[in-house]
T-cell receptor, first 115, second 114 residues
């Protein structure tokens, strides 16, 4: 079975500060890993994905994430936070099991950016 | 190319009524996934469909819930005899091949049961 743990349901940073959102996963098959962002009352938008190519993945809006197999982690970072980054972020894992590549999501981390 | 379209965006139903949620995938996408989001929770997988076939319904409650993706028309998630606990946001995602490639999410239907 696959699972995702996001450490910290709420993270608060100052504008211009480093953003670090933590994600640890568990998977019995080679994982595909994703980060999604959700703005209030909106759907999910894909930020980036890891699909067994480069371990450092660059996404949209200046975000990137590093896949570390030894730590079973896929933390999301951004060097300098902007007010528009305030949203909820979800880490998800997928992997082909029985022909269904459904996503398993973490509970999410709400990011607040203070001026 | 329009994105994944879900309607209605908001739906209010009284206990015991039926709720029908619609999802039109992106053009060319034949894989549809339904997820449910409860407050303070992440999204939970419900069902995975391809045209005219249910591939994985392991996340669907055994009673009152059903889903279809006909050859023509949108995918439908039907909830019969709704209860307060069904209040949630329901999201549909579509992909051209498999979820591991890339999936696009709709804006969701927010169901409120009163």
């Amino acid at each position: 079975a696959q699972s995702v743990t996001q450490l910290g349901s709420h993270v608060s940073v100052s504008e211009g500060a480093l953003v670090l959102l933590r994600c640890n996963y568990s998977s019995s098959v080679p994982p595909y890993l994703f980060w999604y962002v959700q703005y209030p009352n909106q759907g999910l938008q894909l930020l980036l994905k890891y699909t067994s190519a480069a371990t450092l993945v660059k996404g949209i809006n200046g975000f990137e994430a590093e896949f570390k197999k030894s730590e079973t982690s896929f933390h999301l970072t951004k060097p300098s936070a902007h007010m528009r980054d305030a949203a909820e972020y979800f880490c998800a894992v997928s992997g082909s099991q029985g022909g269904s590549e459904k996503l398993v999501f973490g509970k999410g981390t709400k990011l607040t950016v203070n001026p | 190319n329009a994105g994944v379209m879900q309607n209605p965006r908001h739906l209010v139903r009284r206990r015991g009524q039926e709720a029908r949620l619609r999802c039109s995938p992106m053009k060319g996408h034949s894989h549809v996934y339904w997820y449910r989001q409860l407050p303070e929770e992440g999204l939970k997988f419900m069902v995975y469909l391809q045209k005219e076939n249910i591939i994985d319904e392991s996340g669907m409650p055994k009673e009152r819930f059903s889903a279809e993706f006909p050859k023509e028309g949108p995918s439908i998630l039907r909830i019969q005899q709704v209860v307060r606990g069904d209040s949630a946001a329901y999201f549909c995602a579509s992909s051209p091949r498999t979820m591991n490639t890339e999936a696009f999410f709709g804006q969701g239907t927010r169901l409120t049961v009163v």
